[in-house]
């Protein structure tokens, strides 16, 4: 789709499309020619991501870039996701303690249960 059915589905301006590419945000669509870029519904669920991370979550673009950046390293274990994400959210400063191993522990048991 072009930039411009993104921004309908999505409801977010072009311009806000190309500075979440610019900031790297968003992953460059597929160049089609000299000016024109193809997106695809994954751009579409990465913009709506993006949208919950800043609007929802009230994350300013920076934090919401590194908590993109751990979503797309295949390498992190889902607990490490976790952290990053919940530490992003969670306002005020971080815990002064690590977590109780019990908890750990329980996440770890989910996780595996879930097959991540």
């Known amino acids: 789709m072009r930039i411009t059915e993104l921004a309908e589905t999505t409801g977010v301006p072009p311009a806000t499309v190309k500075y979440y590419v610019r900031e790297g945000l968003?992953?460059?669509?597929?160049?089609?020619?000299?000016n024109?870029?193809?997106?695809?519904?994954?751009h579409a669920?990465?913009?709506r991501l993006i949208r919950a991370l800043i609007d929802v979550g009230r994350l300013p673009?920076?934090?919401?870039r590194e908590v993109l950046a751990v979503l797309d390293d295949d390498d992190r274990r889902v607990q490490d996701v976790f952290a990053v994400a919940q530490d992003?959210?969670?306002?005020?400063?971080?815990?002064?303690?690590p977590p109780a191993s019990d908890a750990l522990a329980r996440i770890d048991a989910?996780?595996?249960a879930a097959g991540w």
């Open 26 to 34: 968003l992953p460059a669509g597929t160049r089609i020619g000299g």
């Open 36 to 42: 024109r870029t193809d997106y695809d519904d994954e």
């Open 45 to 47: 669920r990465r913009i």
């Open 61 to 64: 673009v920076a934090r919401a």
């Open 88 to 97: 992003a959210l969670t306002p005020g400063p971080p815990a002064t303690e």
């Open 110 to 112: 989910v996780t595996e």
